[in-house]
């Protein structure tokens, strides 16, 4: 079983829908999680962190369920901007430093 | 700021000969990262720094990589010898220790 796993899609989704991705980890003991996002072609930068009680930022909202050992982001009212994809990060138990990436997740918003 | 600063954007280069990437971290950052990313395996650490000393090197693929970060605001990735299956996106993050990792734009590199 890999450490970080996610549905690569590609997602393809309207203008104005709500969609949202999984991703699972394997390490019960990891305790940073992340969303980042990978426009086409350039680096991958840092969508939001995903606290235990769940958090919201405008739009986008992560949410952490530690007994199924998964993560989730939720992206309200998509826009034709948030095409792009979207890679669920993990830190490995024991080094704060070394994170484990998914694959991602692939989304095309379309007009 | 300017950000992480990687260069060359792109390289290609022949088999066997020897390739350096470049990075400059955001000043004051303490955290130094390279990463490779391919679309069959992701992105993958390869080595990273604290305060420039290197911390854990165990995701540098083999002896052909190697890596220095002389000072606080410079690091370079040598392959030497390349092959064509080293053929990649090699990107550079820094962080300071609690923040977030800023990416480079990332150098392209391609063996042929």
């Known amino acids: 079983r890999k450490e970080v796993e996610q549905d690569p899609g590609p997602f393809n989704v309207p203008e104005g829908a709500t969609v949202a991705f999984n991703c699972t980890y394997s390490n019960s003991a990891s305790q940073s999680f992340f969303w980042y996002r990978q426009d086409c072609r350039k680096e991958p930068k840092l969508l939001m962190s995903?606290?235990?009680?769940?958090n919201e930022d405008g739009r986008f909202t992560a949410q952490l369920n530690r007994a199924s050992q998964y993560i989730s982001l939720l992206i309200r009212d998509s826009k034709l901007s948030d095409s792009a994809t979207y890679l669920c990060?993990?830190?490995?138990?024991?080094?704060?430093?070394?994170?484990?990436w998914g694959l991602g997740t692939s989304l095309a918003v379309n007009p | 700021d300017a950000g992480v600063i990687q260069s060359p954007r792109h390289e290609v280069t022949e088999m066997g000969q020897e390739v350096t990437l470049r990075c400059k971290p955001i000043?004051?950052?303490?955290?130094l990262f390279w990463y490779r990313q391919t679309m069959m395996r992701g992105l993958e650490l390869l080595i990273y720094?604290?305060?420039?000393?290197?911390?854990?090197d165990s995701g540098m693929p083999e002896d052909r990589f190697s890596a220095k970060m002389p000072n606080a605001s410079f690091s370079t990735l040598k392959i030497q010898p390349s092959e064509p299956r080293d053929s990649a996106v090699y990107f550079c993050?820094?962080?300071?220790?609690?923040?977030?990792?800023?990416f480079g734009s990332g150098t392209r590199l391609t063996v042929v």
């Open positions: 720094f604290n305060n420039n000393v290197p911390i854990d």
């Open positions: 000043s004051g950052h303490d955290y």
């Open positions: 993050a820094s962080r300071r220790t609690e923040d977030g990792y800023t």
């Open positions: 995903v606290y235990s009680s769940g």
């Open positions: 990060v993990v830190n490995r138990p024991g080094n704060n430093r070394k994170l484990i």
